[in-house]
Each structure stands twice: as structure tokens, then as C-alpha cells.
């Protein structure tokens, strides 16, 4: 079986694919060339002229106090598309073509989002990468009652919000782009180990929206004023929380954190979604202030793995020694 890549810098280059995931999209890989800092590149797989599988790879940079570095990252382990061609297969061809790009120039490449953690497994060994134990989280949403799993103080939380003068509602202007923006920016800078893009990438996921539905900003109002809201990425029957926020400590009776996501639950529920998804649940520590918060809206918590592989080689080998 002969494996031929294509490798893809320009959303305008890349021909029409077939597929649905959302993470390995024309779609994303648009919204984020758009934005600043970041530089998506896509692989495609073909068998002769047939495409048979793709995978979308991000690097970020990013200032830290010793220069600019830069991350790799992929969502899930890519898209296959030929049940005549063994995804593991494919999937080998481009983990290597990755790693030997990406190794030398990005600080890290990472693997998140596993939708099977022994996918790959022993090609990401072959190629020098480590596991991390990880949680993912997933509310299913398909049945009657979105609240069925709920814990109780989180269901008067949310009774209380809309109460005392919340209301859910999703962007549509370019106005409460911005705005949602600036609310969340202020949000995520006291958070250290979050990173927020530019809003140019908000801007594209709202504008390409309009045309097909990749993801959706949603917002939380109080007195015409935006005081939370969440965004969602939308793949196949599962909705994805990517970010979400509220000024919890300016307006405590409006919950505007708990309304951002519940409103999003409620939107994908009503659109005929299967599962919600919190893209990070965080490592398997005991304590997780953010994980604590998400598990009160009823979802199922599993287990699953992120892969590294670092630069230096002497650390990615001390890593990989202690990790596996």
C-alpha cells in the first residue's frame, strides 16, 4: 500500500474533503490562520488521487521570559476516511512526517483530546513520545431531561440567574463579538495556565457560522450588559465546550458562569446534540477547582491520556522514563 502526503498552509489550497470533524476541518483551519500567533497546517492522506484520511496540526507562538516559544498541538488523533485502508496505517505515515517536521522547531507537540487513548499507541513510542494520564468529561444530552444528573444547588443556581434578571442568548453582531471578548479577556488573565487567541479567531468562528454551523458564541446579558457567555464547537452529534466565563464576582446573583454553559447545553440539546463535551477536565488531581465546577452540570467523567515529546532530547527521555 502506497501513502502519499499533501501538506496544506492556505485554507484557499486545500481542496474539497469529505468528513465531518470538526477538528480536522476547512473550517477551523480557516479561523485560525485568521488569527494572530498561530499557524495551522494540514496533512491529507491519499491513496493514488483518493483522499484517506487528514489531520489538522496548530503551532502557537508565544512570549515567555526567556524568548518566544513555540507549541504544537493536534486535536484527537486525525480523520480516516476509507475502511479499504487501515487508519492505523495512515495514521503512522503522518505521526511521522509530524514529528520529523515539528520535533526541532516547536519547544512541544502535544496530542489532546483523545477520542481512543490506545489509538496510535505504539507509533507514538516508535516516535519518541510519552503518555500523561488525563480526564475528559461528557454530559450525554439526548434525552428528556437536560438537568436528569444535576446536583440540586446546581439547579437553583441556575433558577435563581434567570430570576434575578439573567438572560441566555447567543451573538449576533460583530458588536457582541467584541464585547463578549473583552468580558472574557478579563476573565482568563488571572488564569495562568489558560491562553486565549486573538478575537480575530471569535470573529471567523461567528462570521463562518453564518454559513454553516462549525460553533457558536453564546452569551450571558444583564441589563443589556454582556456578564458571561461560553463558546462551542459543534462536530458530528457531539457539541465541544472550547471556553466559557462569567463575572461571577461583579453580579453573584446572576451565576453568569453557570448560565455561559448551561445555555450552551440547552442550545445543543434543542439542535438534536448527543453529548456535551468540556474539551479540559484537567490531570487526575484530586482537587480542581474548574472540574468541580463542570461535574455539578451531571456529566460522566473518563479517563484518557494526552502524548507529548519535547526538544531537548535528555528531558524527553527523563519524561518519557518517568511517565511510562
Not at 452529534?237 to 450552551?264: E, I
Request: with cysteine; proline share 4%; glycine share 8%.
Amino acid at each position: 500500500m502506497s501513502i502519499r502526503l499533501a501538506t496544506y498552509y492556505r485554507a484557499e489550497d486545500i481542496p474539497s474533503l469529505p468528513g465531518a470533524n470538526v477538528f480536522h476541518s476547512t473550517a477551523l483551519f480557516r479561523a485560525l490562520q485568521q488569527t494572530p500567533g498561530y499557524r495551522p497546517v494540514l496533512l491529507v492522506a491519499y491513496q493514488d488521487s483518493c483522499p484517506v484520511g487528514r489531520l489538522l496540526c496548530v503551532t502557537r507562538r508565544y512570549f515567555r521570559i526567556f524568548g518566544f516559544v513555540e507549541k504544537t498541538y493536534v486535536y484527537g488523533t486525525g480523520e480516516y476516511f476509507s475502511p479499504s485502508v487501515p487508519a492505523d496505517d495512515v495514521f503512522r505515515e503522518m505521526l511521522s512526517y509530524l514529528t520529523a517536521t515539528y520535533r526541532e522547531r516547536s519547544f512541544v507537540i502535544e496530542f489532546r483530546n483523545l477520542e481512543e487513548p490506545l489509538f496510535g499507541y505504539r507509533h507514538f513510542r516508535a516516535n519518541g513520545y510519552f503518555p500523561v494520564r488525563w480526564l475528559r468529561l461528557r454530559n450525554s444530552i439526548h434525552h428528556g431531561r437536560l438537568d436528569k444528573w444535576m446536583s440540586a444547588s446546581r439547579r437553583r443556581q441556575i433558577q435563581q440567574g434567570l430570576k434575578n434578571g439573567a438572560v441566555m442568548d447567543v451573538a449576533r453582531s460583530r458588536e457582541d463579538v467584541y464585547a463578549f471578548f473583552r468580558m472574557l479577556k478579563k476573565y482568563y488573565s488571572s488564569k495562568i495556565s489558560h491562553y486565549l487567541p486573538d478575537v480575530e479567531f471569535f470573529i471567523s468562528l461567528f462570521s463562518q457560522s453564518s454559513v454553516q454551523e462549525m460553533g457558536k458564541i453564546f452569551l450571558v446579558r444583564y441589563k443589556d450588559r454582556i456578564v458571561g457567555g461560553s463558546v462551542c464547537l459543534f462536530s458530528g452529534k457531539d457539541a465541544f465546550l472550547l471556553f466559557s466565563g462569567g463575572m461571577r464576582k461583579s453580579y453573584p446573583l446572576q451565576y453568569p458562569g453557570v448560565l455561559a454553559v448551561w445555555g450552551a447545553m440547552v442550545y445543543a440539546r434543542d439542535r438534536g446534540y448527543s453529548h456535551f463535551e468540556f474539551i479540559d477536565a484537567g490531570l487526575p488531581f484530586k482537587r480542581y477547582g474548574f472540574r468541580d465546577f463542570i461535574l455539578r452540570f451531571g456529566g460522566r467523567q473518563m479517563s484518557s491520556r494526552r502524548w507529548y515529546h519535547v526538544k531537548w532530547k535528555w528531558l524527553n527521555r527523563l519524561l518519557a522514563w518517568f511517565y511510562v
